[in-house]
T-cell receptor, first 110, second 113 residues
Framework: NAGVTQTPKFRILKIGQSMTLQCTQDMNHNYMYWYRQDPGMGLKLIYY???????DKGEVPNGYNVSRSTTEDFPLRLELAAPSQTSVYFCASSFQETQYFGPGTRLLVL | GQSLEQPSEVTAVEGAIVQINCTYQTSGFYGLSWYQQHDGGAPTFLSY??LDGLEETGRFSSFLSRSDSYGYLLLQELQMKDSASYFC??????????????WGLGTSLAVNP
């Protein structure tokens, strides 16, 4: 099992550009999450999904969108990137009480 | 509001024991989890407590007191590789069945030789 994979590992965006952060899991988990982590801080939930076709907002959804067409994939879309979206983005899936995290995507918006 | 409090930094020496505390204020409570994150890495699951008491997993133990809204992570026989950030997280029972977690800001543990 590869677990949770994320691409890209690192990306630089210009203000106003858009991009999609990819997340895939091969553990057949229904629950998936997108977090952002700013330096020295905890994790903030952006969006989550409880199964294919079902998504909902977390604490900080503004400026982001998600879709969940399959159990495996949960892409995060950034529209009109802003410097405030500079962060590390983690995707996770969960089974029972354990969340399994991908390696993260470091995003720099200049 | 909902919040978790944990110390921002803890320092210890190799071979020692360290305790990282976490107090929580949430509208509902289902369980307390602990995650470890090394610099530049992803969080990894350490433990979960739903009931009062101590859960032991090797050198790491986790304790919960629901009546005190308090838990701690105990790390024994500290090794240099234990230098990392440790996060407590609460699953809120009022959040439905979405398994969302409320996260603390993390405790940075430095283990010195």
């Amino acid at each position: 099992n590869a677990g949770v994979t994320q691409t890209p590992k690192f990306r630089i965006l210009k203000i106003g550009q858009s991009m999609t952060l990819q997340c895939t899991q091969d553990m057949n988990h229904n629950y998936m999450y997108w977090y952002r982590q700013d330096p020295g801080m905890g994790l903030k939930l952006i969006y989550y999904s409880v199964g294919a076709g079902i998504t909902d907002k977390g604490e900080v959804p503004n400026g982001y969108n998600v879709s969940r067409s399959t159990t495996e994939d949960f892409p995060l879309r950034l529209e009109l990137a802003a410097p405030s979206q500079t962060s590390v983005y983690f995707c996770a899936s969960s089974f029972q009480e354990t969340q399994y995290f991908g390696p993260g995507t470091r995003l720099l918006v200049l | 509001g909902q919040s978790l409090e944990q110390p921002s930094e803890v320092t210890a020496v190799e071979g020692a024991i360290v305790q990282i505390n976490c107090t929580y204020q949430t509208s509902g409570f289902y369980g307390l989890s602990w995650y470890q994150q090394h610099d530049g890495g992803a969080p990894t699951f350490l433990s979960y407590n739903a009931l009062d008491g101590l859960e032991e997993t090797g050198r790491f133990s986790s304790f919960l007191s629901r009546s005190d809204s308090y838990g701690y992570l105990l790390l024994q026989e500290l090794q240099m590789k234990d230098s990392a950030s440790y996060f407590c997280a609460v699953r809120d029972s009022n959040a439905g069945n979405n398994r969302k977690l409320i996260w603390g800001l993390g405790t940075s543990l430095a283990v010195n030789p």
